[in-house]
């Protein structure tokens, strides 16, 4: 993928990133570094969970798209993180398929500066189309890359 | 630690988690892991960005709190969570000490169905008191535990 530059940035402009599954295995050695609770590490434990079954830690499906996707297309031009909205709206589950997508929601553009404040709406969805985990991240960006 | 029992859930409860630090070496390795951008995993190129030096990955020092201090003691009421605000106010820079602190800032109970929705407040302070990084996080907890 190549890198995109900051002068494509385009207000609901649309990046998909197709779909990712996690394993069982991926879903517990993520959390076991992260988020060793016993819905996301113990099979047996989540069975008798809410949830019925193993799910993904909450961030694990971003972090796949974020380092796979994300930073391969807009890592030049990122010049830091600024704030970040997450809603786990529904469990993700081994070996579902999540489709991912990120889209620019706004520019605001320091021109003296060279700056931009862009704000991203990430969606994770199923194969039926619902939604999984919303993100709203606002990232400032470079003008000059 | 001893985990914390519902019923010792309280609105302002504060927990103190002390501080933690991180070496360069340990940002540019969770950064590989999680957020590969240069200011995080080059030395020199970070030297050049506006940090004008390593800084930790957005989630880096809420994992270590999380993970070390967080978990051991709430994970027996977790049920699962249902969403995270998050703002990078101030770069984390390699062995700076950050203090962190969680409250308890809200609790809606659903005595019915024996959880509760709990919202915790994190901050991560730097030595002169200063806001590096808040966090807002609603978790469902189970009022049983």
Redesign the interface.
Known sequence: MKPVSFKDFEINKVFDFGYVTVSEQEIIDFAM???????HIDKEAAQK???GGL?AS??HIF?IF??TKW?PLF?NT???????????LK?IYADMKVFGKAVITDIKTNPERRHAAVKWHFDFTNEAGEFLQTIDMTVLHSMMK
Do not use: R
């Open positions: 570094f992260f988020d060793p609770l016993d819905f969970s809410i949830f799910v909450g961030p972090k974020h380092l930073i890592k990122v010049m830091g993180g600024l704030e970040v909205k997450w809603s786990f469990p």
